[in-house]
Structures are given as C-alpha cells and as structure tokens.
C-alpha cells in the first residue's frame, strides 16, 4: 500500500532538526533517540515511526487529502542507511573516535536536509539504483 509522500517529507524535516541538535551538541543521547526512530521507521516502516505517527496523527489531519503517493520500500530503505549511520556516530560520540562521530552523523544530516529542504531523498535514490542493478544482473 502506498503511502503520502508528505510523511516522510515531514519526517525529513524533524530529522533534519533533531540531527543538527546532535551534532552541534556532540550529545549521544539525542542522536540515541534519532538512531531509536530510524530503527522504528527501517523495521517497522516509515509511517510507524515516531515522526510517521506524529505526521498521520497531528499533521496530515490538518492537511487536504494527498495528491502524491509512494511505494514505502524506498523510504524505509532510507532509514535503514540513516540507522547505519546514526549508529556510527553514536559509536563514534560514545567510544570514539570523535571524528567518527563528527563525520557519520553530519552525513546523516546532509541526506536528511536534502530531503527536506529540496525533497531530493538520497536513501530512496540509492533504493532504486541498487534494485535497477539488481533486475540487470538476473
């Protein structure tokens, strides 16, 4: 079932925020609970993440109906390489090294912002890509 594009457009712009917060802070426990609603959004799909409830529950109700749907696989793929690199700069703010965590979570960050800022989600560009790759190789 296709979901309204705007969620995750939405999720997007809270993402963007609470990762400059992680980052400008160095704090491990807000990218903690970034890297908890990646896990959500990449296990059980974007629209029971944190930031998809917030979306259907507070915002959309407020909204017209959608015009714009899509396939949810790219977006969860999305947050599953949000998640990859939350989680190293979580290590890296943690355990070390510092710059693991500089660098790993200002990546997340520059994906994020692109999203929501221009609606450009590079995790769902790297979905197709790699399942292009994968129907040319059968």
């Keep these: 079932m296709d979901?309204?594009?705007?969620?995750?457009?939405?999720?997007?712009?809270?993402?963007?925020a609470v990762l400059a917060v992680a980052l400008i802070l160095q704090n491990p426990w807000v990218l903690g609970w970034q890297t908890l609603a990646f896990a959500l959004g990449a296990?059980?799909?974007?629209?029971?993440?944190?930031?998809?409830?917030?979306?259907?529950?507070?915002?959309?109700?407020?909204?017209?109906?959608?015009?714009?749907?899509?396939?949810?696989?790219?977006?969860?793929?999305?947050?599953?390489?949000?998640l990859v690199f939350a989680?190293?700069?979580?290590?890296?703010?943690?355990?070390?090294?510092?710059?693991l965590g500089l660098a790993?979570?200002?990546?997340?960050?520059?994906?994020a912002f692109l999203n929501a800022a221009f609606g450009y989600c590079l995790g769902c560009e790297m979905f197709l890509l790699l399942k292009r790759a994968a129907v040319q190789a059968e």
Excluded: H, N
Aim: aromatic fraction near 10%.
């Design 104 to 111: 790993a979570t200002g990546a997340a960050l520059a994906a």
């Design 43 to 82: 296990g059980a799909g974007v629209q029971r993440s944190p930031y998809g409830w917030a979306f259907r529950t507070a915002v959309r109700p407020r909204l017209g109906p959608p015009k714009e749907f899509e396939a949810p696989e790219p977006p969860r793929f999305a947050q599953a390489v949000g």
């Design 3 to 16: 979901i309204d594009a705007r969620g995750p457009r939405f999720a997007a712009v809270v993402t963007t």
């Design 87 to 99: 989680g190293l700069g979580l290590v890296g703010f943690t355990v070390g090294p510092q710059w």
